[in-house]
Each structure stands twice: as structure tokens, then as C-alpha cells.
């Protein structure tokens, strides 16, 4: 079909909107105006040596390409070479999915001398020499980077350039196929690490600078709204998953996106905030917009001070007491235990002075020891190093690793003792927090979801989760869990079971918490029957 009123732009206009449209061109040659649309297959396609006309041939997104990324044919680093030969026009193997991408090529003089130049960066120009001007002119230029390929890390990916790979996951999600991302194919992208609460709440958002925004092809726009508006409305849909101002220099308008992100890319001189939205557990460094504390109960040094007890109730038996002795003896030992390890966290040395411990035919005996701190910590380092994997282990259920934490919390008057602030600083790489008075640190936050429950406290969300799994017995004594540990509570899970006997009207429940494979083996909760199931073969 030929149209000689109608213009280049408008032509690609037209073939777009009829499917049987395969490619499209100029009418007048020497002008570059007039529409030439083809419909159906194109048959005696050829290319000239010596000119031709340029036509645009329709392909899906999923096919298009850098067109030019075939011409850097023998071309060396360097100062580059010259290219003597007329470049052919081809798809790149990448699927980069541009929506229109053509290479022209056009010689005013067969003498005309070329230049194409390579950097280490991946960036190529091509000059001309302009006899006329006696200077090199700049014919067309390369991409900048990698990331100007759309959609090259998936959906929730992020391409940095200054990172190698150069394709990560966005925090708060894994990748989907952990071998492919080995191989440095990422385009099947990342997974959620938590589900979005959605309505149940907890939701929050973790802002991104300096980035490129999303494919918008599923966002929506409302010039109108402001910043706090944009996000409380992307919060209110189930399927919002990010939002960001549509006006950059105002920082008026909302752009919402649902479903998933993809093509999101980091420039280093620039760019935009978008705020992606995570589950409230994902949003582990408190980065995000809602304010919460993540509470995790490691392990209680309490037998410290047993440890202790025990070293002076050994010396009093190299006096030669008897064991009734020693029993009566310990009323007064903790005490001055406890003493002791409170004054070894600020004193390198204390004296333990118990008058009348005991007595024997020839009169009383006191207790007067010196221990010194070095001794305190050798007494109880079996029991501080104890600590070691349930940190480890606290890193892996969160899957952050050490360098993801912020501060590191200690509760507990235990935790004054200088070689658990030692262990600490070793395990995470830094200095344990001293803002929280440990002794109130519990309180404290029991008063908070206290307030909370009341309805005094709003602006903020304490999680409490599930420290281990919860499961019921089934046929063979096996532990089927239900709900795995570190789901935050409250929550419900539902599983279908069927009865292990034919016509059988009961089944007796055993609800069990813990992480072994044998029910037997884990802490039983409780029991009930449930009655009442028709008989069915």
C-alpha cells in the first residue's frame, strides 16, 4: 500500500496498528517522505553495494535487538582501525527487547575515510574525516552500558554497572533459579523472600535512589496526588508493588506499579527514588518507611553464675567440709556470686568474703578468695562460646549476613560481662550497641506492645514470631509441620489430610513444636480428637 501524503513517523504509526503490517518504508527515496506498508510475507529481499532504500521490518519485542551490535566485525582496541567494508544490518543474539531500533548508513563520497573506536567500557564511535572542515566528525555512537539492555537482570532485578555481576537481586528477594544466576543468567529474575501481608498489614517500603524507574507498561498515573497519598494508596491495593513520583522536580504526582518490576537499573550520576514495596521482615536493616524492631532471643548466660557458685563450693571442699556443710554454705554464695560478676564487669579483680561459712571442732571458717576476671571468664567461656551458633543461625533464618546488621542489641545483665561484649564484637565484626540498658531492655518492650494492644501506641509495629515450627504427628510418628519457624504470628495455615483407615469416624490431634523429623522427638503442645468424620472407605 503506497500513501504519498502521509509522513515517516505517521507510516510506523499505521503498520503498529493493523497486525498484517510486516514492514514499512518511504515512498520518495530522495525526499524521505510518502508510506510504503507491506502486509503478508516479504519475498526478493536483497541488499545493494552501492545504495538501496531503507525499509523497516516489524518484529516482537522479544526479537528486537542492537541492531549495530554486529558491525564492531575485527575491530581491535586502541586507537581503532579503519573500516573499508559497508556494514550489514543483523539482530543481535541478546534479547534486549527495544521497541524500534534501525542503523543508516549513507556515504556523501566514495572517498570518505571511516573510523570506528572501542573503548574498555564497551562504548564504540564511528567518525568520518570532513576534507572540507579538515576534522573528524562523529557518525554514531554505541551503547554506554550493559544495563541499556532492557530487562537483562528479570523481574526485581537491579542492573548496576559498578558491580560485578552486574545483575543482583533487590533486597528482600532471592533469585528465582539460583543456578542460572551462577551462570550469569538472570533474566528469570528474583522471588519474594516474604510474602506481602497486604491486608493484614505490616507492609512497608524500601526506597531506591538514583535509579531508573521500572517498565511502566503496568503503572498508573495520578498527576494530582502528593508523596504520602501515593503511598498510602499503593499500600491499600494488594497488587501495588512499588510506587515513585511522577514529577521529579516538583516531587508532585504518583506513579504506581503492579505487578512485577522489571528493567530497574542504577546510574551513577543520577536518577530517580523509587520505593519498592517489602513484607515487614524484609525490611531487615529499617531502611523502609515503617518504624519496627526485630527481636531475636539468642541465649541466656544464666548458668554463669552457677559456674560460679560451683568454683567456690570446691574451694571450701579442699578445707575438708562435709557435703551438709556445703549445701548450707550456698545460701550465702549467690549472693556473693552475684556480687562478684557485677564487680569483675568494671574492676579487674574482687575479694569474696563469706565470715562463719561453716565451722568444725576447731571453730568457725570464713571464705576470703580473690578472683581476678581473667579466672571469671575461663570459668564461664564454655558457656559465652555456646552463643556462637545461635548467632549464626539467627542470620540465616533472617538471610542477611554480617555485614547487612546495623547494631547489634544486648539484653540481659549478663551481657556486661566484658568477654560477652568480646565475643560479640568478634562474631559481628563490630561493637555491640550501648544505647539499651539491658536490665530494662524486656520491659521496655513489653510496655510497647503493651501500648500497642491498648491502642496508645500507633506509630510503631513490633513482630513477634514463632521460634520454632509447629506441626502435627501423622501416620508413622512423623512430624508434619504446619507453620514454619520465624512466621510472624498471628497467622493460620491449612493443610488437607485424609484418615489412615478406611470407615474410620476420629482421628486423635497431637500438636507439636520443634525442628526433628520424628514427632517423638519434638515438644508436644497439646491433644484433642476430632470426631464426628463420616466413615468412607
Not at 504519498?4 to 530522495?30: P, Q
Not at 543474539?93 to 575515510?113: C, E, H, I, N, T
Not at 508532585?252 to 528493567?263: K, M
Request: hydrophobic share 35%; aromatic share 6%.
Amino acid at each position: 500500500m503506497v500513501d504519498k501524503t502521509m509522513s515517516l513517523n505517521e507510516c510506523r504509526g499505521e503498520c503498529l496498528k493493523n497486525c498484517s503490517c510486516t514492514a514499512y518504508g518511504a515512498a520518495d527515496i530522495g525526499s524521505g517522505s510518502g508510506c510504503v506498508m507491506w502486509y503478508g510475507d516479504l519475498m526478493d529481499t536483497r541488499t545493494y553495494g552501492d545504495g538501496g532504500q531503507d525499509i523497516y521490518l516489524r518484529l516482537a519485542a522479544s526479537d528486537l535487538g542492537l541492531l549495530w551490535a554486529r558491525l564492531i566485525l575485527g575491530v581491535e582496541t586502541g586507537l581503532g582501525q579503519k573500516i573499508f567494508r559497508s556494514p550489514k544490518l543483523s539482530l543481535s543474539p541478546k534479547d534486549l527487547g527495544f521497541r524500534s531500533v534501525y542503523y543508516m548508513y549513507q556515504l556523501s563520497s566514495d572517498a570518505v575515510v571511516a573510523r570506528l573506536f572501542l573503548d574498555h567500557s564497551g562504548v564504540f564511535e564511528r567518525v568520518v574525516w570532513d576534507n572540507g572542515r579538515q576534522l573528524w566528525t562523529k557518525y554514531l555512537s554505541g551503547p554506554n552500558d550493559m544495563c541499556d539492555s532492557y530487562g537483562l537482570c528479570g523481574p526485581y532485578g537491579l542492573c548496576e554497572t559498578d558491580t560485578i555481576p552486574i545483575c543482583n537481586c533487590l533486597r528482600g528477594f532471592s533469585p528465582k533459579s539460583p543456578s542460572d544466576w551462577n551462570l550469569r543468567e538472570a533474566k528469570g529474575g528474583c522471588v519474594r523472600n516474604t510474602k506481602l501481608g497486604c491486608g493484614e498489614g505490616g507492609d512497608g517500603f524500601m526506597k531506591l535512589s538514583d535509579v531508573k524507574v521500572p517498565d511502566s507498561s503496568n503503572a498508573t498515573v495520578d498527576a494530582t496526588m502528593g508523596f504520602d497519598e501515593c503511598a498510602k494508596k499503593c499500600l491499600m491495593n494488594c497488587s501495588c508493588t512499588a510506587y515513585a513520583t511522577s514529577n521529579i522536580s516538583s516531587g508532585i504526582g504518583c506513579l504506581n506499579w503492579f505487578g512485577e518490576l522489571i528493567d530497574s537499573r542504577t546510574y551513577p550520576n543520577g536518577g530517580q527514588d523509587l520505593y519498592v514495596r517489602l513484607a515487614a521482615l524484609d525490611l531487615v536493616k529499617g531502611k523502609g518507611q515503617l518504624p519496627w524492631f526485630a527481636i531475636r532471643l539468642l541465649r541466656k548466660l544464666t548458668k554463669g553464675l552457677q559456674c560460679l557458685v560451683n568454683w567456690k563450693t570446691t574451694h571450701i571442699f579442699r578445707e575438708g567440709n562435709s557435703p551438709a556443710d556445703i549445701l548450707a554454705s550456698r545460701r550465702g554464695s549467690r549472693e556473693a556470686a552475684e556480687k562478684a560478676k557485677i564487680e569483675l564487669s568494671s574492676t579487674s579483680q574482687t575479694e569474696i568474703n563469706l565470715p562463719f561459712i561453716t565451722a568444725d571442732s576447731s571453730g568457725a571458717k570464713h571464705l576470703n578468695i580473690t578472683l581476678t576476671r581473667s579466672k571469671f571468664e575461663t570459668l564461664v567461656n564454655h558457656l559465652i562460646e555456646r552463643t556462637r551458633n545461635p548467632c549464626k543461625s539467627c542470620l540465616k533464618d533472617a538471610s542477611i549476613s554480617i555485614n547487612d546488621v546495623d547494631e547489634v542489641l544486648l539484653v540481659g545483665g549478663m551481657t556486661r560481662v566484658p568477654k560477652v561484649q568480646e565475643i560479640v564484637s568478634e562474631i559481628f565484626g563490630k561493637s555491640p550497641s550501648k544505647g539499651v540498658n539491658p536490665d530494662e531492655a524486656v520491659a521496655m518492650g513489653a510496655a510497647i506492645q503493651g501500648g500497642i494492644l491498648r491502642g496508645d501506641v500507633k506509630e510503631l509495629l513490633l513482630l513477634d514470631v514463632t521460634p520454632l515450627s509447629l506441626g502435627i504427628e501423622t501416620l508413622g510418628g512423623i512430624f508434619t509441620r504446619l507453620i514454619n519457624r520465624n512466621t510472624t504470628i498471628p497467622t493460620k495455615k491449612g493443610q488437607v489430610f485424609s484418615t489412615a483407615a478406611d470407615n474410620q469416624t476420629q482421628v486423635g490431634i497431637k500438636v507439636l513444636q520443634g525442628e526433628r523429623e520424628m514427632a517423638s522427638d519434638n515438644k508436644l503442645l497439646g491433644e484433642f480428637d476430632l470426631v464426628g468424620i463420616p466413615p468412607a472407605p
